[in-house]
């Protein structure tokens, strides 16, 4: 069964540095997400994406954050200068047309 | 602006069944999903509600009333496994349709 798959699984990096979260949704999707998730909180929308550019962003999407969806299959999310309020758990979702989105593993990012 | 209200924490035992629900305030409202997340993993679609009425998929079921913004996940037959966290998500229209979560109900499933 097709699945998203996101890289590294656990990133860590000092405050004020650019991090890069990886991500391939599944093939035949259209519709790409970022959420993330602080510990023991719930899932918080960041960015939707389809059709080559943003769709929606919440106030979280703020000017230090970004995405990418550089060839056919990876969608990446950078994050500028992080701070330490960004360490989460970021999850790439992608949803082919219909109201059911897939998850990948999440990334655990780990700012210090 | 999205709320979501749900419990926090519902503790069952093995081969009960148990509701979890779901209040809601949102505009643009097109659906209802419900989703599992065990400690530390992804989120997985369980079900979803765009219609008023239950929907079922084995031993889950979801209800919806779109009039009182409400609605429930019912679990049967309840397993060891299905110790996790449950969250709702509506689903709003526009904007490439994401999803808002609520804050998640955790189930510990007991002997």
């Known amino acids: 069964e097709p699945e998203v798959t996101q890289t590294p699984s656990h990133q860590v990096t000092q405050m004020g540095q650019e991090v890069i979260l990886r991500c391939v949704p599944i093939?035949?999707?259209?519709?790409f997400y970022w959420y993330r998730q602080i510990l023991g909180q719930k899932v918080e929308f960041l960015v939707s994406?389809?059709?080559?550019?943003?769709?929606?962003k919440s106030e979280i999407f703020d000017d230090q954050f970004s995405v990418e969806r550089p060839d056919g299959s990876n969608f990446t999310l950078k994050i500028r200068s992080t701070k330490l309020e960004d360490s989460a758990m970021y999850f790439c979702?992608?949803?082919?047309?219909?109201?059911?989105?897939?998850f990948g593993p999440g990334t655990r990012l780990t700012v210090t | 602006g999205q709320s979501l209200e749900q419990p926090s924490e519902v503790t069952a035992v093995e081969g009960a069944i148990v509701q979890i629900n779901c209040t809601y305030q949102?505009?643009?409202?097109?659906?209802l999903s419900w989703y599992q997340q065990h400690d530390g993993g992804a989120p997985t679609f369980l079900s979803y509600?765009?219609?008023?009425g239950l929907e079922e998929t084995g031993r889950f079921s979801s209800f919806l009333s779109r009039s009182d913004s409400y609605g429930y996940l019912l679990l049967q037959e309840l397993q060891m496994k299905d110790s996790a966290s449950y969250f709702c998500?509506?689903?709003?229209?526009?904007?490439?349709?994401?999803?808002?979560f609520g804050t998640g109900t955790q189930l510990k499933v007991e002997l």
């Open positions: 979702a992608s949803k082919k047309g219909s109201y059911e989105q897939y």
């Open positions: 093939s035949n999707h259209l519709y």
């Open positions: 994406f389809y059709n080559n550019e943003i769709s929606e």
């Open positions: 949102t505009s643009g409202f097109y659906g």
């Open positions: 509600n765009g219609l008023d």
């Open positions: 998500a509506v689903g709003v229209m526009g904007g490439g349709n994401k999803l808002t």
